[in-house]
């Protein structure tokens, strides 16, 4: 009963947040975190909420990663693999290394395995972080783009050194990093087969389905289906859902407006109310953290300090890097393509659900029975640099963006993407006017669907104003009406 309660009210909590934060211009999972927090801190709450952290990832991600991909496509991809590649997995190395390295020197004797899973749990954003503080903030598409596409993949790089270096403390081996590679490749190999092969069969299903609620209805068991089938099968369960999505949309029905409505709508309640769950869930394992450490924690704080350092630092400098190898390359569409850019994706590198689902899944005693090393104090790094960098830029991103006046780019590009839509616009009136002037071999259109033409085409004209269209093209149209 007190999970379930539990759940309705960080549910409610999420409602009520969402209103808030649009009035505060704040990002809502960000307020939800602090809200977890102060509720954990009531007096006469359980000292912690049991839920098996081997549920959190199962439980969370695959909707949320089936969600965000839908907002994407397999032709973005293409456009972006160089950035998916140096910031999904290169990206994702560098910060492991750095942080392995760096708790090497901060805890003396401390296992190099034990230092390197702690730097895959603090080494990827979060897409849902990501999606949900940077999303609202008014930024160009390009950067909206690149962070969503590091985040739907950096996990499974993350993921997999994340296990292989638990499984070596467990058992007291070393780690290998051939074999690390190669469960990697392999890995992700089984993930794509499987996303094809169930958006292939989802599409099959769809097809048979009539009702547009059983088809929205299925698509929310999708996810979990995929996600499970894959760690059955130890490929990369984040990876399998992601393709699903995006190779689910490109088999889609492009007249299939109504049931696209229907699931975006239902999409976005379920996106909303998972998350509020997800981040109050964060808040409230705070206390559960703090009790862990013990006395030992203002020490473990400070190494955290130097930890968050590291993390930030790398990318700074990775970002750093890219902007210069972009300004060589001359692509418009990549990014970062300024020092300006570079410090908003610099910025932009929120933990969330994974860094808080593996430190809470790390065993209590390895192979042997002696307890895991140090598990409290990684614990409480993780945790750490998680809530550093979720609310620190959650709270600030909106300021930084204003004043570095990346939001003046993106007005800019608006404007562009607006013109775009108008000529676009302009081409379909166009072509609706040709259908009723120039009748094809079948003979003239009849006069309900001419009537029902000549509605639309009226609508649109009032909505084209202005710039939109020009006077003759204007006069046009309302002569056919």
Do not use: K
Request: with cysteine.
């Amino acid at each position: 009963m007190e999970i379930l309660l539990l759940i309705v009210g960080l549910m409610l909590g999420a409602v009520l947040l969402v209103g808030l934060g649009d009035r505060l211009r704040l990002p809502w999972p960000a307020l939800m975190v602090v809200l977890g927090a102060l509720v954990a801190l009531v007096p006469g709450l359980p000292d912690s909420f049991e839920i098996d952290p081997e549920l959190i990832l199962p439980l969370f991600l695959p909707p949320l990663l089936f969600a965000t991909a839908q907002r994407t496509s397999w032709s973005l991809f293409r456009a972006r693999w160089r950035s998916i590649v140096l910031l999904a997995v290169a990206l994702v190395v560098a910060t492991v290394t750095a942080v392995a390295g760096t708790m090497s020197l901060l805890v003396p004797g401390i296992a190099v395995t034990a230092a390197v899973a702690l730097g895959a749990m603090v080494a990827p954003p979060d897409p849902v972080a990501v999606e949900a503080v940077a999303g609202p903030v008014r930024m160009p598409r390009r950067l909206l783009t690149v962070l969503q596409s590091e985040g739907l993949f950096n996990d499974a790089t993350a993921l997999v050194i994340f296990q292989a270096a638990v499984l070596a403390t467990v058992r007291g081996d070393e780690l290998s990093v051939g074999l690390l590679a190669l469960d990697f490749v392999v890995g992700a190999v089984l993930a794509v087969l499987i996303g094809l092969v169930a958006a292939w069969l989802a599409r099959q299903v769809l097809d048979r389905i009539t009702d547009t609620i059983g088809r929205s209805a299925l698509t929310l068991v999708l996810p979990f289906a995929v996600y499970l089938a894959a760690e059955q099968a130890h490929a990369s369960g984040v990876l399998a859902v992601v393709v699903t999505a995006l190779q689910l949309r490109r088999l889609g029905d492009a007249d299939e407006a109504a049931e696209r409505l229907v699931q975006r709508s239902f999409w976005d309640v379920v996106e909303m109310l998972v998350t509020g769950v997800a981040f109050g869930l964060i808040g409230l394992d705070l206390r559960q953290v703090v009790t862990e450490a013990g006395a030992d924690l203002p020490r473990i704080l400070g190494h955290a300090a130097v930890v968050c350092a590291v993390v930030v630092a790398v990318r700074v400098l990775w970002m750093t890097v890219a902007c210069l190898s972009v300004r060589r390359r001359d692509d418009p569409s990549a990014a970062p393509r300024t020092v300006r850019e570079a410090v908003v994706l610099s910025w932009c590198g929120m933990r969330g659900l994974a860094t808080l689902a593996l430190a809470l899944s790390l065993p209590a005693t390895t192979a042997s029975g002696a307890p895991f090393p140090h598990r409290a104090e990684l614990t409480v790094i993780a945790v750490s640099v998680l809530v550093v960098t979720l609310l620190l830029p959650g709270f600030t991103l909106p300021t930084l963006v204003r004043l570095l006046g990346v939001s003046e780019t993106a007005e800019v590009e608006e404007r562009a993407e607006q013109r775009i839509n108008r000529r676009a616009q302009r081409a379909a009136l166009t072509t609706m006017a040709a259908a009723i002037d120039r009748p094809d071999s079948e003979g003239p259109l009849p006069e309900e669907v001419q009537a029902a033409l000549r509605e639309r085409i009226g609508r649109l004209d009032a909505v084209l104003s202005g710039e939109s269209m020009s006077e003759d093209e204007r006069a046009r149209f309302r002569a056919i009406r």
